[in-house]
């Protein structure tokens, strides 16, 4: 099985590569045939080759069974031209592997459940899954940029979804369910919006005639902002549109407490790609002390959504669970009676966990 690695800048190199440690040791374990194939992309690939996704990355992307992928981007590239910034390239890359499917999971695990924003005892314990549509509705409607209509600056931005692109993001959003605690929430704003209208009416069909085991609710997405807030834990898997995803993916991300820890993954029918929710850390960059949890999640995904090895993605969770237990910290994580490590060593902490 290849996985491509696409350390990109900041500090992508230095979680990749942690994350790439507790891959081996995964495949160790597991008996799976682990490849790794690392390739420039984002300012990196910029600065050697004048492009942000090289013909060689994407190649390596598009023949690989899954992407381990850490950050792009920095002040460096900054002024590069619109086309050519590292950001431009990771949308490419989206493009062309058909990444149609966002998975934000939100765990407020014990460790940070004191950092969240919303009393310990209404965040602790939260543990969802936001399935976001990434290549439809009113991001990729037809735009008109402001202009004088009948004398008047009028713009406007078009929801558009069709069937088939509702069917596929709710079929990853029960199928992810059956591996959670089964149950979906679906969000719309059906009580204003047509496009929402046949949203619910497409997934209750579904839920009624393929995933009768799941339990489906559907819920308006100011109810659910509002919700995320005052009871977070009534959720599991959420499945919603592009821009409601976006915005509420951000929101729960917040319960948290930390981003270090976050991961996600952008599918679509075939290679997936695997991120933390964070981005490249400049102000970090190069000293040894990012936090690698996020990745090192990500790669469970990985292994749990495209190498279809769900005992080992449990088993590099549980690895992390070990290790946050035994008191070990990064700095983001470390007060003075934990112990702090560095990125490097937490790697070789969660390698060594899930070995054992
Ligand atoms: P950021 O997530 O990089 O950093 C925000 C803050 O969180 C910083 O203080 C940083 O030090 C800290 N932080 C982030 N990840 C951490 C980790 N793993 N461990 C410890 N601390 C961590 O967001 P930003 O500063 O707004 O963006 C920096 C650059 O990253 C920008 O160029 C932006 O465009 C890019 N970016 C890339 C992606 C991506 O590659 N998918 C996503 C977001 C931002």
Sequence with gaps: MKITVLPGDGIGPEITAAAVEVLTAAGKKFNLSLTFDKQ?????????????????????????????????????????????????????????????????????????????????????????????????????????EAALVNGVETASDVELYTKPEIERIAKKAFEAAKLRRGKVTSVDKANVLGTSRMWRRIVQQMRDKDYPEIELNHMYVDNCSMQLILNPKQFDVIL?????????????????????????????????????????????????????????????MLLRYSLKQEAAAKAVEKAVETVMDAGYRTADLATPELKKVSTQEMGHLVAQALAK
């Design 240 to 300: 919603t549109n592009n821009i409601f995803g976006d915005i509420l993916s951000d929101e729960a991300s917040t319960i948290a407490g930390s981003i270090g820890l976050l991961p996600s993954a952008s599918l679509g029918d075939g290679t997936g790609l695997y991120e933390p929710i964070h981005g490249s850390a400049p102000d970090i960059a190069g000293k040894g002390i990012a936090n690698p949890l996020g990745t090192i999640l990500s790669a469970a």
């Design 40 to 144: 420039l992309f984002g300012g990196c690939a910029y600065d050697a080759t004048g492009i942000p996704l090289p013909e060689a990355t994407l190649a390596s992307a598009q023949g690989a069974d899954g992407v381990l992928f850490g950050d792009v981007g920095g002040p460096k590239w900054d002024g590069v031209e619109p086309t050519k910034r590292p950001e431009k390239g990771l949308l490419q890359l989206r493009k062309a592997l058909g990444l149609y499917c966002n998975f934000r999971p939100m765990q407020v695990s014990k460790y940070t459940a004191h950092l969240s924003p919303l009393k310990t005892d209404l965040a602790k314990g939260a543990d969802l899954l936001i399935v976001r549509e990434l290549t439809g509705g009113i991001y990729f409607g037809e735009h008109k």
